[in-house]
């Protein structure tokens, strides 16, 4: 069984962002949980800012121990006031293995990929567990974002056990840090801890598109997959204005588009020659040819969040002109802003 000291549970939080000290405001406000009543909000603020109170002195400070104090001396090991000391009733387990010391690895997973774990609790004794945490289990940690929780566990653990469900969908690539709460009680220590670790494997999402430039003469678009570029860079928006004057040259534009919100979505391209636009490796605008300027529109229904875009374009000779356009709930017709673009979905 882990050690259950509060020393032990600081030095946890304390680990998930580099052994800084950081207080009980700065985690409650990276808890996620779903909406619910101010009493309810106000008694787990209450609740949880005695829980965490010892996160934010994780080399065990706060006096003497005596009156809630967390440190040596007398006292040591009690959370507020006087009581006997916290005695674990929960195990974490995860396919029949004791995780709650040594935290849960997730591995590694690509970036916009999803893995998931079940993570079984265990009460130790012969008695249900109650958790007082709303939801029962808390995310927080460096990278809460990464997390959720898409099955929880019942409020009351039955001696037979129970079950909740860790996701973990990466948007970034590197080590991602979390963690998971359950609040035991109202004492400091009485609290469950496990830590969450991960890699998310791909490239790093950053602001802007990969563009690509291919020099060649094209009559058609041409399979970039096939081809060799001249030159990449992370661009902020599209545009061709690099190549402004010149000829028989072509550009890819990669990346995601962070769509506002749900709903039907229209995209146009104007372009002298062809180009092409697509969403989720779904073409949704074909402008392709030589030709001189033409817009060519289409639309999808999309959910709110990032989208695989792509954009294609060639010029073969005389003018060149690309101007891409978006238009949806709330969002009218115009230019995409540079805001909405990402490297990677």
Not at 3 to 31: E, G, I, K, Y
Request: charged share 20%; net charge negative.
């Amino acid at each position: 069984m882990p050690d259950a000291s509060p020393a032990r549970h600081a030095l946890w939080f304390s680990s998930l962002h580099h052994h800084q000290r950081r207080d009980a405001a700065t985690f409650l406000s990276s808890v996620r949980a779903p909406r619910y009543d101010a009493a309810m909000r106000v008694q787990r603020t209450l609740t949880l800012a005695v829980l965490l109170a010892t996160a934010a002195c994780p080399d065990g400070a706060g006096g003497d121990g005596g009156d809630g104090g967390v440190g040596e001396g007398e006292g040591e090991g009690e959370g507020e006031g006087e009581g006997e000391p916290f005695v674990q009733p929960l195990r974490f387990v995860v396919d029949g293995v004791d995780v709650g010391d040594g935290g849960l690895d997730f591995g590694a997973v690509a970036v916009g990929a999803t893995a998931e774990r079940t993570v079984g609790l265990v009460p130790v004794g012969a008695a249900p567990v109650d958790i007082l945490s709303q939801p029962p289990v808390l995310l927080g940690g460096r990278d809460v974002e990464q997390w959720s929780v898409p099955a929880q566990p019942p409020a009351q653990v039955p001696t037979t056990g129970a079950t909740f469900t860790i996701r973990l969908t990466p948007t970034i690539g590197g080590e991602l840090q979390g963690a998971v709460l359950l609040a035991l009680g109202t004492r400091s220590d009485e609290r469950a801890v496990l830590l969450l670790r991960g890699t998310g494997e791909g490239p790093a999402r950053e602001p802007g598109l990969r563009a690509s430039v291919y020099d060649g003469t094209f009559d058609v678009l041409p399979d970039f997959g096939t081809l060799s570029p001249t030159s990449t860079s992370i661009a902020p928006t599209i545009d061709i204005t690099a190549r402004a004057g010149t000829d028989f040259f072509a550009f890819r534009f990669v990346g995601a588009v962070d769509i506002p919100a749900d709903g039907q979505w229209s995209f146009s391209t104007t372009s002298d020659d062809g180009s092409r636009l697509l969403v989720d490796g779904a073409v949704v605008v074909d402008n392709d040819g030589l030709h001189g300027p033409v817009t060519v529109a289409g639309s999808v229904t999309l959910t709110a969040g990032l989208h695989a875009f792509e954009v294609q374009y060639f010029e073969k000779d005389g003018g060149e002109l690309l101007d891409v356009t978006w238009e949806g709930p709330g969002v009218a017709a115009g230019a995409i802003p540079a805001a909405a673009f990402f490297t990677a979905p």
